[in-house]
């Protein structure tokens, strides 16, 4: 039978220390099989079970540098390998000289925690979602999130170890809120330790990564422009960068949508500068654009999926832009910038190939063999049935102030009933 030492259970990688390193060891190995696995070469001093992402390596120390040497010398020449619970285990020399002792990092209280996020959409949890959780213990310093063997992970930084730990305490082993996720994940589980860390070094600001200690940290391109190594969603779509301007998409056209019925949607959320409208792909497309990403945001979760009608018709779907400043020469039908009063009209453009064009003053009903928009979509359509039902997290104080209960939409005919927009936020789970 050919010798193991001919075989990868043995490596000759590491000078000779009386510490080694043992691979391929069942799962959960305990202290009791390593130091039996020892004990015929010497007395064991020491122990590290469970080590790597798998958990299936370990570290033993001898009290003598010729006792590893024996153990390792017997098992390169022998014809039986060594085994724990039937299970060939491969032995090499450790490139450290000691076990310091049987503690982790992960053992030993810090201001920096180690948040393992489990679940099938765990890398799907974004960076703001995690500081909402952790915030809620204390300021959040920095986070950084990435990807290991071990799964989605993330460091997350706080002043002192005392904050951290009280974090730690009340949050390991709990599931994130389900209304801070999108209705479409499942649940996710956080799994923490302490890291060895106590101060992350964030040169940008991404969505990989935060500080919230200096505002004025550049933002990093691939935040802008989207990296090589993009996070894509279920739906196969690269997640987005958030923006002040909003793309658009109007689907099921049955009646005509025009400048004013957007902005008359749009700026329930808050002041809207300009918007575009554009002809993409057979169907209506708009760029909105909001002073702030903030307001654009809110907008964006309260109105993505919603329809204009009742009815399922003239359904927004809703992505950011990459555009951040729109320019307008001329107001027209098309285009409308609000920011300037005196900008030069021009006559109104075609508006293309539509579901229901509209033909005359936008506050006249469209008489043609379709009904378009005008006062109000035919009887039996109610207008503007914006339910906010999206379970959206809204931190207190933060619903614009456009957003007042019971506001009401302007009506294009004042014998039309105007339709009341409720609360954004006001029906999410409590």
């Given amino acids: 039978m050919a010798s193991v030492s001919s075989q990868p259970q043995f490596r000759y990688t590491q000078p000779p220390s009386k510490v080694l390193h043992l691979r391929n060891l069942p799962w959960e190995c305990t202290e009791e099989e390593l130091i039996e696995l020892g004990k015929p070469f010497g007395k064991v001093v020491n122990t590290k079970c469970n080590v790597g992402a798998n958990r299936n390596q370990a570290f033993i120390e001898f009290a003598d540098l010729n006792q590893a040497i024996a153990m390792i010398s017997y098992y390169a020449s022998s014809s039986e390998p060594a085994q724990v619970r039937g299970k060939t285990v491969y032995l090499q020399y450790s490139n450290r000289q000691e076990i310091v002792n049987n503690k982790t990092a992960a053992d030993v209280p810090g201001n920096v925690l180690l948040v393992t996020i489990e679940g099938a959409d765990a890398r799907l949890v974004s960076i703001d979602v995690l500081h909402l959780v952790f915030s809620a213990f204390g300021f959040v310093h920095k986070i ?4 290991k063997t071990a799964g989605f992970q993330a460091l997350v ?25 999108p209705e479409h994940m499942g649940p996710c589980t956080l799994r923490i330790t302490y890291s060895g860390h106590s101060d992350l070094s964030v040169k ?4 990989r990564s935060r500080d919230y200690t200096n505002p004025y940290l550049p933002v990093a391109p ?20 958030e923006s002040n301007v909003l793309l658009a998409s109007i689907e099921n056209m049955q009646y005509a949508v025009t400048l004013d019925v957007l902005h008359m949607v749009f700026s329930a959320f808050g002041p809207v500068q300009k918007i575009a409208m554009f002809d993409k792909n057979g169907g209506l497309q708009a760029l909105i654009q909001y002073p702030d990403t903030q307001t654009a945001v809110v907008a964006k979760e309260a109105l993505e999926g919603h329809c204009i009608y009742d009815g399922g018709f003239c359904k927004l779907h809703i992505s950011y832009s990459r555009h951040t400043d729109l320019s307008i020469k001329v107001n027209n039908d098309r285009s409308r910038d609000y920011t300037i009063p005196n900008t030069p009209n021009a006559q ?11 033909v005359g003053p936008p506050g006249q009903p469209y008489n043609g063999s379709q009904t378009g928009w005008g006062s109000g979509p035919p009887a039996g359509v109610q207008s503007m049935p914006m339910q906010m039902h999206n379970n959206v997290y809204m931190p207190p104080g933060s619903m614009p102030q456009q957003m007042a209960p019971g506001m009401q939409f302007p009506s294009h005919n004042s014998s039309q009933p105007t339709t009341t927009l409720p609360a954004y936020g006001s029906d999410r789970a409590q």
Avoid: C, N, W
């Fill in 348 to 358: 109104p453009s075609i508006l293309g190939q539509q579901s229901a064009p509209m």
């Fill in 144 to 147: 950084t999130t990435f990807e």
């Fill in 157 to 181: 930084q706080f002043s002192d170890a005392e904050t951290a730990t009280s974090a730690k305490d009340a949050l390991d082993g709990r599931s994130i809120p389900r209304y801070l996720l």
């Fill in 222 to 241: 691939s935040a802008v422009e989207g990296s090589g190594q993009a996070m894509v969603g279920l739906d196969g779509k690269r997640l987005e960068t």
């Fill in 204 to 207: 940008f600001q991404s969505h």
